[in-house]
């Protein structure tokens, strides 16, 4: 999570070297796609990420307490490996996504607004200064994405299947639990406070969700130990690749050592 840990670091040498970042994830890529004209750009009023919301959607915090490490690699609309499928279940994923909107975009967090969109038929929205949005439509595959990137300007044919909204029927909108999916809010803050804390929250969820995997802690300990760490530890501006290398580590530190004492 390179934009995660080290935004600055990344658009400072895209500014010196005078390149152009080209997204290759799905979300990231649906809003520079929408963003392809230097007035699109200008009159950018927020930016409008998709979730598909995981395996728990619309469950409470309570019926979470006892979920397995099977249940949250339960994914509805997407394969992936198991990292990012209990990311996609705790929305952390969502979280680390909207810090790299903010970095990718230029937007702050609070013009990043995260809708849970069940399909994954959208793969994410942009809204303008006069109300208007536009967004990008596409099956679930990571193909289209990944070519755009490789093309780009250019649009070739692709082996991915056509969309046939006539086959969905009808597409569905609603906001992210906060109160039960804890990681994202953690990921909101972490990037509102900047400097080394991204990589301490970004480092502590790789340790928990290792954890996790492994089952010696439970799916909701990912949420605390990382909302822990965003609202406890100290942040310091980004200047090297040192810097995020040692919040990584002590984020990693503290989620061992408390995990060594409750471990299960």
């Not at 600055?8 to 890529?29: F, G, I, Q, Y």
């Not at 809003?31 to 598909?52: G, M, R, V």
């Not at 915090?61 to 209990?86: C, Y």
Request: charged share 20%; with cysteine; aromatic share 8%.
């Amino acid at each position: 999570e390179s934009l995660v840990t080290g935004g600055s670091l990344v658009t400072d040498a895209v500014r010196e070297n005078n390149v152009k970042l080209l997204p290759v994830d799905s979300e990231h890529s649906a809003i520079f796609q929408c963003l392809q004209d230097e007035y699109s750009a200008k009159s950018l009023q927020k930016i409008l990420l998709t979730a598909s919301g995981g395996p728990f959607f619309g469950r409470t915090r309570q019926e979470l307490q006892n979920v397995t490490k099977d249940d949250a690699l339960r994914h509805p609309n997407w394969s992936m490996g198991s990292k990012i499928t209990i990311d996609s279940a705790t929305l952390m994923n969502k979280g680390l996504e909207l810090i790299e909107a903010v970095w990718l975009f230029g937007l702050p967090a609070e013009q990043v607004q995260v809708v849970v969109q069940r399909q994954s038929i959208i793969h994410s929205m942009v809204q303008f200064s006069d109300n208007s949005i536009l967004a990008q439509l596409g099956v679930p595959d990571m193909r289209i994405p990944i070519q755009y990137a490789l093309t780009y300007p250019r649009r070739f044919p692709s082996p991915v299947k056509q969309l046939n909204l006539a086959d969905w029927q009808k597409l569905t909108f609603y906001a992210p639990d906060e109160e039960t999916f804890t990681c994202f809010g953690a990921c909101k803050r972490a990037i509102r406070r900047g400097g080394t804390l991204p990589a301490a929250v970004n480092g502590a969820n790789e340790a928990a969700v290792a954890l996790f995997l492994k089952e010696k802690i439970g799916w909701q300990d990912i949420g605390d130990l990382v909302g822990h760490v965003a609202d406890t530890f100290e942040t310091a501006p980004v200047t090297s690749v040192e810097d995020v290398l040692e919040a990584d580590r002590k984020a990693r530190a503290y989620v061992l050592e408390r995990c060594g004492e409750s471990a299960r």
